[in-house]
Every structure is written in structure tokens, then in C-alpha cells.
């Protein structure tokens, strides 16, 4: 079984650019995890989807991100302008059933560097 | 504002020896608890759970302990082995919301020393 897989694995953008990230979750997973982690500090939820459609983004920092699912398969997550502190690792994480009890399947992450 | 905290931010035992990681949480609504542990580069991996109606789950060398009225758990890696050396992160999800995400703490660098 292919795992969750997440493109490009490093991003080094400049400041007010944009920049797209990648989540291709398990195949069959409906439930579809976005979340972060910056430097030293926790990793943080940002945002749940059931198959397209939005659960919870509750942890969504602010309107320059945009986070789509097609068709409930993969997922992109787009930051635009890009700010210096939203650079860290962006983890996607799927899970067949919405309690997760297993644990959920996360990415290798994407690490954005905001220069 | 924490909600679940790791406080040591990095622990070495010796090959053979106890590890035991530490994690508080201070959410009474938490009612599932997970570790993960995770290497460089790469992403979390699930390690072992506990639902707040346990207090001890084990699997293999691993065991995690629940203490509810002290909002603590603890993972137990005994004997420990050089490849359990990554960071540990202790996370917490409360059922009764519409998903399960997971509130993380910050982690615990584990190194095992040969």
C-alpha cells in the first residue's frame, strides 16, 4: 500500500511569492489532515477534510491560505503572499475512518523556507 | 496557550535501560491519547494509543500509562535500542468534537546510546 505522499518535499520561495503544496493521501482515506509544525515549537491542525468537503479549518492562520480537495482524492495547500512565519514543515495525514483510533498515516512533509 | 506539554525537551538513556517520556495535558475534554515517533526527514508515525477508559496499554516494549486525575501519560520503551532514537510527540484528540484532530505537544528527543 502506497503511503501518503507530499510534493515538492523542500520549497525555498521568496517572500510575497506563492507557493502550492502537494498532498496525495492513501487510497480509499477519506479524511484528509493538514497540519504544521514550526520550528522547535508543536505540530499544529490546520485544517480537516471529509472526501472535498471542508470539516474543520479551524486552524487556519489566516486568508492567505488555501487549502482545496478535487474530487476527494488529493489535496493542495496554497499560500499566497507568502510571509516569513509561514515557513515550517507542512504535514498532510490521511485516515479511513473519521475517529482515527489507529493513528492517522502522515506524509514526509513539505519544509517551506519564506526568504 | 498549551494544551499538552512535553517538558523535557530531550532525555539519553543507555542501551538495554528504561525510557520513559513524559507528556501533560491540561484539556479535560481529551479522551484519546497517541504517541508518535518521528525521524528526520521524514513524517510522524503512529506508535501506540489509549482511550481515557484505560490506563495502561501495551504493545511489545511499549506501554503507555494513564493518569487521569493528574492529566498525565507517560510511554514506557523497555529495553530501549539504539533505533528507538528519534523525537517522541505526544498528542491528544477529544472525541466528542466532529473529527479527531490531534492536539500535539512540542516532543521529546530520545537517544539511545549504544
Known amino acids: 500500500e502506497a503511503g501518503v505522499t507530499q510534493f515538492p518535499s523542500h520549497s525555498v520561495i521568496e517572500k510575497g511569492q506563492t507557493v502550492t503544496l502537494r498532498c496525495d493521501p492513501i487510497?480509499?482515506?477519506?479524511?484528509l489532515y493538514w497540519y504544521r509544525r514550526v520550528m522547535g515549537k508543536e505540530i499544529k491542525f490546520l485544517l480537516h477534510?471529509?472526501?472535498?468537503?471542508?470539516?474543520?479549518e479551524s486552524g487556519m492562520p489566516n486568508n492567505r491560505f488555501l487549502a482545496e480537495r478535487t474530487g476527494g482524492t488529493y489535496s493542495t495547500l496554497k499560500v499566497q503572499p507568502a510571509e516569513l512565519e509561514d515557513s515550517g514543515v507542512y504535514f498532510c495525514?490521511?485516515?479511513?475512518?473519521?475517529?482515527?483510533?489507529?493513528?492517522?498515516?502522515f506524509g514526509s512533509g513539505t519544509r517551506l523556507t519564506v526568504v | 496557550d498549551q494544551q499538552v506539554k512535553q517538558n523535557s525537551p530531550s532525555l539519553s538513556v543507555q542501551e538495554g535501560r528504561i525510557s520513559i517520556l513524559n507528556c501533560d495535558y491540561t484539556?479535560?475534554?481529551?479522551?484519546?491519547f497517541l504517541w508518535y515517533k518521528k525521524y528526520p526527514a521524514e513524517g510522524p508515525t503512529f506508535l501506540i494509543s489509549?482511550?481515557?477508559?484505560?490506563d495502561k496499554n501495551e504493545d511489545g516494549r511499549f506501554t503507555v500509562f494513564l493518569n487521569k486525575s493528574a492529566k498525565h501519560l507517560s510511554l514506557h520503551i523497555v529495553p530501549s535500542q539504539p533505533g528507538d532514537s528519534a523525537v517522541y510527540f505526544c498528542?491528544?484528540?477529544?472525541?466528542?468534537?466532529?473529527?479527531?484532530?490531534?492536539?500535539f505537544g512540542k516532543g521529546t528527543l530520545l537517544t539511545v546510546n549504544p
Open positions: 495525514a490521511s485516515s479511513q475512518d473519521r475517529q482515527g483510533l489507529g493513528g492517522y498515516t
Open positions: 487510497s480509499g482515506h477519506d479524511n
Open positions: 477534510f471529509v472526501k472535498e468537503s471542508k470539516q474543520d
Open positions: 484539556n479535560s475534554m481529551f479522551d484519546y
Open positions: 489509549i482511550s481515557s477508559i484505560k
Open positions: 498528542a491528544a484528540s477529544a472525541s466528542g468534537g466532529s473529527n479527531y484532530k490531534l492536539t
